[in-house]
């Protein structure tokens, strides 16, 4: 008979250091029939992910109507020699303190500056490429949105 080899698990610290690292997730939002996938940059404070999400799209009327999301950030090698990924469940809420969205999004800000990121980025958050990196911070064109009240954790690595 052959044995089914199981996954490990990370502790905390190895998926917050995980999410620390990364810059890139995905969002399952619940659908009328079909959940629906999106990626989406995020920050990480040590205690919540923060999104950036433009105003327009499908996943704002799926966060009005369903809030209860499930969050994945994975880390592999190209090769899948080496994985790890952490789900998360939980639900958004959108910030509407001026001051917590002003940090937030100079979070953002430097974020994309450490990572190196495009320019092209930025049509993925309501801004031309061409304009400066800066009016993430200064302007509102997306908003906000905070995962809380996670539930769930799942947080595997390869062996």
């Known amino acids: 008979m052959m044995e089914i080899v199981r996954i490990p698990g990370m502790e905390k610290a190895e998926y ?3 999410i620390e690292e990364g810059y890139l997730c995905r969002i399952a939002f619940q659908g009328s ?7 989406f940059l995020y920050v990480f404070d040590g205690r919540f992910l923060y999104f950036l999400a433009t105003k327009y799209g499908r996943k704002n009327d799926l966060f009005r109507h369903h809030p209860y999301v499930s969050v ?3 880390k592999y090698s190209s090769d899948l020699s080496s994985y790890t990924f952490v789900t998360m469940q939980g639900y958004l809420v959108q910030l509407e303190d001026a ?10 800000l430097r974020m994309i500056r450490e990572k190196n990121l495009s320019r092209n ?3 993925a958050l309501g801004h031309k490429p061409e304009e400066p990196l ?3 911070a200064s302007e509102e064109r997306s908003n906000i949105w905070k995962l809380t009240g996670v539930t769930d954790i799942v947080a595997l690595k390869n062996l």
């Open 33 to 39: 029939k079909y959940p629906y996938i999106a990626p």
């Open 72 to 74: 994945e950030v994975e």
């Open 16 to 18: 917050d250091k995980l």
């Open 121 to 123: 980025i930025l049509a």
């Open 99 to 108: 001051i917590e969205k002003k940090i937030v999004r100079e979070k953002f």
């Open 134 to 136: 800066e009016s993430i």
